[in-house]
């Protein structure tokens, strides 16, 4: 069972270039989380969201930031006119459908985004 | 709106010891609390988890405490190795952070693990 995946691993942007990051979650998951952890921070939720819903987005900037988890394909977060201060390591994370206190999420290596 | 805090944020330590990592959170309204590993330019692994419920759980040389009504959890880790070397992130699991279910986590403790 192939864990959480995500791609690019690394990827390069130029001021005001747009930046897409794919997440696959776990098989059987349908619970899928984003996070960025900024240089010496530590991870911050961004979004929840499920099957062609988006459960909460209190963690996502308010401009140029944006998300989906379509019924068919990958997670992806959408970052429209990136600027420097977006370079972070944005990572992945999934659960299944039954989020008991027992659980975990799962996550994925994470892309890390440079803006040059 | 919770906060999670690790101390120290960095630490250095002979092969063999056993030692102490610290995490407190702000708001003991939680269901869970996990350690994770990091490791550079690596995701993360779930190492321990406590429900709110349970006061320790313990993996091999891991053992993790839960002290809810203080807001305090510790990850003991005895006779370290160079392989434990990493970055040690504190997370909690709880209504207030991330619509009930993402998580909030410390900004981790840097463990260096001296051969």
């Known amino acids: 069972n192939a864990g959480v995946m995500q791609n690019p691993r690394h990827l390069v942007r130029r001021r005001g270039q747009e930046a897409r990051l794919r997440c696959s979650p776990m098989?059987?998951?349908?619970?899928v989380y984003w996070y960025r952890q900024l240089p010496e921070e530590g991870l911050k939720f961004m979004v929840y969201l499920q099957k062609e819903n988006i459960i909460d987005e209190s963690g996502m900037p308010k401009e140029r930031f944006s998300a989906e988890f379509p019924k068919e394909g990958p997670s992806i977060l959408r970052i429209q006119q990136v600027v420097r201060g977006d370079s972070a390591a944005y990572f992945c994370a999934s659960s299944p459908p039954a989020f008991r206190s027992t659980d975990t999420q799962y996550f994925g290596p994470g892309t890390r985004l440079t803006v040059l | 709106k919770q906060e999670v805090t690790q101390i120290p944020a960095a630490l250095s330590v002979p092969e063999g010891e056993n030692l102490v990592l610290n995490c407190s959170f702000t708001?003991?309204?939680?269901?869970?609390l996990q350690w994770f590993r990091q490791d550079p330019g690596k995701g993360l692994t779930s190492l321990l988890l406590i429900q709110s419920s349970q006061r320790e759980q313990t993996s091999g040389r891991l053992n993790a405490s839960l002290d809810k009504s203080s807001g305090r959890s510790t990850l003991y880790i005895a006779a370290s190795q160079p392989g434990d070397s990493a970055t040690y992130l504190c997370a909690v699991r709880d209504f207030s952070g991330g619509g009930a279910d993402g998580l909030t986590f410390g900004k981790g403790t840097h463990l260096i693990i001296q051969p």
């Open positions: 708001d003991s309204a939680i269901y869970n």
């Open positions: 098989k059987g998951h349908s619970h």
